[in-house]
């Protein structure tokens, strides 16, 4: 399996700031990786396909980056929803793992 | 409505058998990768299978190979997940996930259904 390997486990920052969560991959997996951001109680939501791209209706603060095997999640602006965890997921090789989580807190 | 519509809440004792499901709707669900995705009390997300249900060819991973099986019903756009003898261990919150068929990432969620294994 390819492991997914996020950090920090943990962020603590304050509304407006600027904050980058990094994931690395065991070995390769080209630009197949997708960002989910998950609030308390509710399900994944999709954020950032295919390392760069926004899924619509995403606010363009978040952003992404890289390829092969280190990526990255920015969040140009952090606002009091953003506040929840994030996952990174590949998807180039089944099975599709995910990190282990990154929760953004409040400072 | 894109909707993919899970089964509810499941109280269960050890060694009893469970089929949750996952209803699509809105779209073709045929022609669309059904995921499974584990997330256990306070705990990440794990990728559990995926199903074609236009064919029924299904991955698992490694780690729930065995553990599990995972079906479809075409006919009624419904994806299942099923365990014959459950665990204390088995206890999490089960969700399904469509999986783009452009490029594979997980577009669609559903709610997900907690199991519960407790004697």
């Known amino acids: 399996d390819i492991q997914m390997t996020q950090s920090p486990s943990t962020l603590s920052a304050s509304v407006g700031d600027r904050v980058t969560i990094t994931c690395r991959a065991s070995q390769s997996i080209s630009s197949w990786l997708a960002w989910y951001q998950q609030k308390p109680g509710k399900a994944p939501k999709l954020l950032i396909y295919?390392?760069?791209s926004l899924e619509s209706g995403v606010p363009s603060r978040f952003s992404g980056s890289g390829s092969g095997t280190e990526f990255t999640l920015t969040i140009s602006s952090l606002q009091p929803d953003d506040f929840v965890t994030y996952y990174c997921?590949?998807?180039?090789?089944?099975?599709?793992?995910f990190g282990q989580g990154t929760k953004l807190e409040i400072k | 409505e894109v909707q993919l519509v899970q089964s509810g809440a499941e109280v269960k004792k050890p060694g009893e058998s469970l089929k949750i499901s996952c209803k699509g709707s809105?779209?073709?669900?045929?022609?669309?990768?059904i995921a499974w995705v584990r997330q256990m009390p306070g705990k990440g997300l794990e990728w559990m299978g995926i199903?074609?249900?236009?064919?029924?060819?299904?991955r698992y991973s490694p780690s729930f190979q065995d553990q599990v099986t995972i079906s479809a019903d075409k006919s009624i756009s419904t994806a299942y997940l099923q365990w014959s003898s459950l665990k204390a261990s088995d206890t999490a919150i089960y969700y399904c996930?469509?999986?783009?068929?452009?490029?594979?990432?997980?577009?669609?969620w559903g709610r997900g259904t907690l199991v519960t294994v407790s004697s």
């Open positions: 997921q590949q998807y180039n090789i089944y099975p599709y793992t």
């Open positions: 809105g779209y073709n669900f045929t022609t669309h990768w």
């Open positions: 295919k390392t760069s």
């Open positions: 996930a469509r999986r783009n068929p452009l490029d594979w990432y997980f577009d669609l």
């Open positions: 199903i074609y249900p236009g064919d029924s060819d299904t």
